[in-house]
């Protein structure tokens, strides 16, 4: 009974999955402007990135380029366990303990959609990895903006077209991104207390709608 008088208030950890196009940054700070309006302080954050460091691997991870050494999907993903370890220690993790509710766009699941399914590295190599980097900062809620990858290919190519941005991920083709989608449903599936799925191709204010209801019915 009494150990629970140990353990301090933390704050809320919610994560935003999906591809490219799903349309994340836009409802993570419409969730923030919704959150706030309540009174609750949020902290808006991002993986690969969120602190100087992790901002410096996620440049080499998304836009590396040269053809005489492409990046090993190992080497890609102990880039991103390093950027998340520092990330969750000096950013999320004294967030979370300062009572704020954390909204990070991508988090593990990314890992295991992207590495996993994409990149085809074993299963039991990304959980001891992302665990690792991890440790108990687990999220209270995952949302997956889940789309089509007709459509999140249609959003994101005129979004690339307008940054003229070359992004290792973006460049994969079809197949790639089918898996991914395939493992962020089965992942959500498989843990339905910590996933929403939210229907992503629907306007962005229908998608900000499912999401307040999904905030509201899991912290209600
Ligand atoms: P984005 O934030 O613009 O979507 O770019 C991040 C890219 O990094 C995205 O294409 C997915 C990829 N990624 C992984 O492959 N694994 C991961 O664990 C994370 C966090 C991102």
Not at 43 to 62: D, I, N, Q, V
Not at 178 to 195: I, K, S, Y
């Amino acid at each position: 009974m009494s150990g629970h008088q140990n353990i301090p208030p933390r704050g809320h950890f919610i994560t935003f999955e999906g591809p490219e196009g799903a349309g994340k940054s836009t409802q993570i700070a419409w969730l923030r402007q919704d959150l706030e309006a309540q009174g609750i302080t949020c902290l808006c954050t991002r993986e690969p990135g969120g602190t100087a460091f992790a901002e410096e691997m996620r440049r080499l991870l998304k836009h590396w380029q040269n053809p005489d050494e492409p990046v090993l999907p190992l080497s890609e993903l102990l880039l991103l366990a390093a950027a998340r370890a520092q990330h969750v220690e000096t950013v999320i993790r004294p967030a979370l303990l300062a009572g704020k509710t954390v909204l990070c766009d991508r988090f593990s699941d990314s890992t295991f959609a992207y590495q996993g399914a994409g990149r085809k590295l074993p299963e039991e190599l990304l959980r001891t990895v992302d665990a690792a980097a991890v440790g108990d900062c687990i999220p209270d809620l995952t949302l997956l903006l889940d789309l089509p990858v007709e459509v999140g290919f249609a959003r994101a190519g005129s979004r690339a077209a307008t940054a003229g941005n070359y992004d290792r991920f973006e460049e994969e083709d079809r197949a790639f991104h089918e898996a991914v989608r395939a493992a962020f449903l089965a992942r959500a599936a498989a843990e339905p207390a910590r996933f929403r799925v939210i229907d992503a191709a629907v306007s962005p204010e229908a998608v900000r709608q499912q999401i307040r209801e999904a905030v509201h019915e899991r912290f209600a």
